[in-house]
């Protein structure tokens, strides 16, 4: 039942986070500058205790941290999502002395994390990596580029996965910690559409060694994929979060708004547009819990689960915060308001950790595989 009703401990929890984050991390992200990492913030979110517990929750706590942060500051959501996707490569899979060095500092806000997997002519095709990493004496030097990696290039480390073996496909890549201050290492912003810290990186002969690998020299993408079947349902998290602020938005002002002789929510039209975006909202939460109860109880079905829960979550928030864009009106595209924000931060999510033509790629082959099972 875990995965579709919450305790009263988990629905108290999650009202705190919410009041947590407008009170105390909704003015550090007011003032952040747009496009930068905001370490102010981060290091709010480490005296919450909030950045620790990424390391010792489940996928469902992840879920409630994301989904309800997302409500009241989805720059909150954010910078606590990055320091664990790029750290938690680091916790499951790293040495105790890249344990020792890095994780402390990841969970007080003092270092900042990147995962970098995409790569200009290799996003949402992983396997298909270049970044070289090419034998030199004991260890590699890694030649090529990364890019909309997420907190670069103000990084104090990166979860880098690189090519060991040429032309082995996901059977070739090492995923490698990099301390940005390797030399070679260097980086440059992107401006993007929402204004989240994001960049390329360039690595012209970086340095790295045995004692930098995380896992085993070409079990690389296991690393990846492992981080991001847990990750992948708490992307629909803050995903049901936006479209829960949306929602709650929209019925704040259709019972206000005068029109037609009388409030919007008097009118059929608007009042099931609200129903509908209720109704899709309610689904799309239903199957985050439930694809993060079951990574968290081990199933074998996690990733047609996971996959599922972040395309259903994302494509829903994109329907929910544009339809109310639209009972809105105008004033929703004014610059400040709060569906303007979400009008621009709801769309990313179907495109990172693996966009939504990915998804339904990965259930496909998940349910002919199963298929194929019940056959023999």
């Known amino acids: 039942m875990s995965a579709f009703s919450l305790g009263p401990e988990q629905t108290a929890w999650c009202a705190e986070l919410r009041e947590l984050a407008g009170r105390r991390l909704r003015p550090l992200a007011d003032r952040g500058a747009p496009g930068r990492v905001n370490r102010p913030l981060l290091a709010e979110l480490g005296r919450l205790g909030l950045l620790a517990r990424l390391f010792s929750a489940g996928a469902l706590d992840l879920c409630l941290m994301r989904e309800s942060l997302a409500q009241a500051c989805t720059e909150a959501e954010t910078a606590l999502a990055l320091q664990g996707l790029g ?137 990846a994929m492992g981080t991001l079947n847990l990750f992948r349902p708490s992307v629909g998290a803050f995903a049901v979060g936006m479209a829960q602020a949306a929602l709650d938005a929209t019925i704040g002002h259709t019972r206000r708004r005068e029109a037609f002789r009388g409030r919007l929510m008097d009118l059929q039209a608007v009042s099931h547009q609200v129903a509908e975006m209720a109704l899709r909202t309610e689904a799309a939460r239903l199957m985050v819990y439930a694809a993060a109860a079951a990574h968290d109880a081990g199933a074998a079905d996690v990733p047609r689960r996971a996959a599922m829960a972040k395309l259903l979550a994302t494509e829903t928030a994109q329907y929910v915060v544009d339809t109310a864009v639209q009972l809105h009106g105008a004033r929703a595209l004014r610059r400040g308001h709060l569906l303007e924000h979400l009008y621009r931060e709801v769309r990313a999510p179907r495109i990172y950790e693996g966009a939504s033509e990915v998804q339904r790629g990965i259930i496909a082959k998940e349910l002919y595989a199963t298929a194929h099972e019940e056959d023999r």
Not at 106 to 117: E, I
Not at 203 to 222: C, E, I, M, N, S
Request: aromatic share 8%; with cysteine.
């Open 87 to 223: 750290a938690h490569p680091v916790h499951a899979h790293g040495t105790p002395a890249q344990r020792g060095r890095w994780l402390h500092r990841v969970a007080d806000g003092s270092a900042v994390a990147a995962f970098a997997l995409s790569e200009p002519g290799a996003g949402s095709d992983a396997a298909a990596l270049a970044l070289a990493a090419e034998a030199d004496g004991d260890g590699w030097r890694l030649t090529g580029a990364k890019c909309w990696i997420s907190n670069a290039p103000e990084a104090d480390f990166y979860t880098v996965f690189a090519r060991t073996t040429p032309g082995a496909g996901a059977r070739g890549v090492t995923a490698f910690l990099v301390p940005a201050d390797r030399p070679g290492l260097t980086g440059s912003a992107l401006e993007m559409i929402s204004p989240h810290p994001i960049g390329a990186l360039d690595f012209d002969a970086v340095p790295v060694t045995a004692a930098d690998v995380l896992g085993a020299p070409d079990r690389g993408f296991a690393v």
